[in-house]
């Protein structure tokens, strides 16, 4: 870690509420450590949420709005963390992905609504960013020091000054990667959240599939740099995930899924 990273993280989880206390997590039935209070939590995702909104833009387009927030309010409701005020928006950009920040924001890219052919399909996705939220994966990452990214765009935004590079606040928040581990338990509580919400869940699997083909499909027409393959990036091991949904659904994954796994 460098040391204005260092820096960066003890100036954030030293502000009030900075100290380590100990919380049972419904969503990973763990025990867990943490250093970041609700509070503070919900302060980083605000602000960079907020600054996602300017530089992206939320889509004009009401009845798109409401469609999502409607779905996500379901989900919300039924989810591990109550307690948290989640928000869903719809921001214009044609890139087919989603992605979501600490303290309850889901956000959805307009090109991931328009790929998405039913409610439950949409669901799913938004089940799957609400996941990332109620395990707390990314408070997890910062603090572990794998991550700093979501860090220092807290920090950079707090400040208002100018990110470094000329990358946009919303373009790295879009851009975060979970690791393995935290996509597969995403998985596995999106299912679990799906059907207490009452959609269908296995409307996953064929997303996730239509997903997966679209992003072997830009790879093998396009040269790399001009298209980068978006859900693959910050959502990848699908085939995993696929396998992860599957046990979650039906308690076994298919032989031919544990074939394609890597490992
Ligand atoms: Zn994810």
Do not use: W
């Not at 450590?33 to 889509?59: K, M, P």
Request: proline share 3%; charged share 25%; hydrophobic share 45%.
């Amino acid at each position: 870690m460098n040391p204005i990273c260092r820096n960066l993280l003890l100036a954030f989880l030293l502000l009030p509420g900075g100290c380590v206390r100990s919380n049972f997590n419904l969503a990973t039935q763990r025990e867990e450590f943490t250093l970041t209070s609700t509070e503070r939590e919900v302060e980083a995702g605000r602000v960079i949420a907020r600054r996602v909104e300017e530089d992206l833009g939320l889509v004009a387009d009401e009845s798109l709005q409401r469609r999502v927030r409607e779905i996500g309010d379901k989900l919300a409701a039924v989810c591990d963390r109550r307690e948290l005020v989640y928000s869903f928006g719809v921001v214009s950009d044609e890139e087919v992905n989603a992605f979501s920040l600490p303290g309850g924001y889901v956000f959805v890219n307009e090109g991931l609504v328009k790929k998405a052919s039913s409610d439950d399909e949409l669901a799913g996705v938004i089940a799957h960013e609400i996941a990332h939220i109620t395990a707390r994966h990314a408070v997890k990452r910062y603090e572990s020091g794998i991550g700093m990214q979501l860090l220092q765009l807290a920090t950079l935004v707090g400040r208002q000054s100018t990110v470094a590079k000329g990358l946009s606040v919303a373009a790295q928040a879009a851009q975060l990667a979970y690791a393995r581990q935290d996509e597969l338990e995403a998985d596995r509580l999106a299912v679990k959240y799906l059907r207490a919400a009452g959609f269908n869940a296995a409307a996953m699997l064929t997303f996730l599939e239509k997903l997966h083909g679209l992003d072997r499909k830009k790879l093998r027409y396009l040269p790399r740099h001009i298209v980068r393959p978006q859900y693959a990036l910050t959502h990848p091991f699908v085939p995993e995930r696929v396998r992860a949904v599957k046990e979650a659904l039906f308690g076994v994954a298919d032989y031919i899924d544990y074939l394609n796994s890597p490992d």
